[in-house]
């Protein structure tokens, strides 16, 4: 497997194969976070469906700094209204209460709860394989693959509530993701993927199944955002501190990187 030349591609725009997607009536009688899913809709019939595009608004309109101020603030409130409510349970009213915005003003800026739905996947989403974008078969595995647990955890830790969302969509089905991971997606994860080849080739680090590994840093790093309840009720602490946090990731740096046969850097 060759190391993929492609950039990462862009974030589903809401079309599939002459589909769209658009939120299906809960399953009451299914688990909270399995309620709230998308289901395929013909776009010719949903004219708003066919035009979507995230991130879902306009883009000719300039991003000034208040401007990214208050999309920032509307994406912040929608991470916590949709990991409390789902889909199906979120309005854009509750949202608008929530940032202190009138509902007008917030449709200025995303056109549809869909639209912030998917923003909101989108965001999380580019900030995950943003880091992953920058590993090459000529940097040093283990200071590439420490740097990236460490930004992988510090999301978790500054974004949890954005990746729970992303974790329920997953568990739900994942027909709101179904165009994003799409062949150009695969091309690129093949690519990361090659990375690994290369430098196992090289004899950089010990040989293991890259699929599985890039797997194990994806789950064991998301696992302190998704799973933090789980984790407070065996910590007996509400919430993780920044500096078990770190702990957690100086750990983790140390497990995965002895597992592939690297010496683990310093701690910065």
């Not at 879902?56 to 912040?76: T, V, Y």
């Not at 739900?172 to 690994?196: K, M, P, T």
């Not at 699929?211 to 984790?231: C, E, K, P, R």
Request: hydrophobic fraction near 40%; include cysteine.
């Amino acid at each position: 497997m060759g190391i993929a030349s492609s950039t990462h591609p862009t974030f589903l725009t809401g079309v599939a194969g002459g589909r769209g997607y658009s939120p299906s009536a809960p399953d009451l009688s299914a688990p909270r976070h399995l309620r709230y899913q998308c289901r395929p809709t013909d776009i010719r019939s949903s004219p708003a469906l066919s035009k979507l595009q995230v991130p879902a608004h306009s883009l000719d309109k300039p991003a000034g700094r208040i401007r990214q101020k208050n999309e920032q603030a509307i994406l912040e409130a929608a991470e916590q209204e949709f990991a409390q409510h789902g889909f199906k349970g979120t309005s854009m009213n509750t949202i608008a209460q929530r940032v202190g915005l009138p509902k007008a003003n917030l449709h200025y800026y995303f056109s549809s709860k869909l639209g912030l739905y998917t923003a909101v996947l989108a965001n999380i989403l580019e900030l995950w394989d943003s880091t992953f974008n920058s590993l090459s078969a000529d940097d040093d595995p283990a200071t590439a693959l420490a740097a990236y647990i460490r930004a992988k955890m510090e999301f978790s830790r500054r974004q949890p509530q954005a990746s729970r969302i992303f974790a329920m969509e997953i568990i739900s089905g994942g027909e709101c993701l179904s165009a994003h991971f799409n062949e150009d997606y695969r091309g690129w994860f093949r690519g990361r993927a090659g990375v690994f080849e290369a430098w196992i080739a090289a004899g950089k680090m010990d040989p293991v199944d890259p699929v599985n590994l890039i797997f194990m840093l994806w789950g064991s790093t998301q696992h302190y955002a998704d799973f933090a309840t789980q984790i407070g009720f065996l910590t007996g602490r509400k919430r993780m501190s920044k500096q078990d946090f770190d702990d957690a990731t100086e750990n983790l740096v140390r497990i995965i990187l002895k597992g592939c046969g690297l010496t683990p850097p310093a701690s910065p």
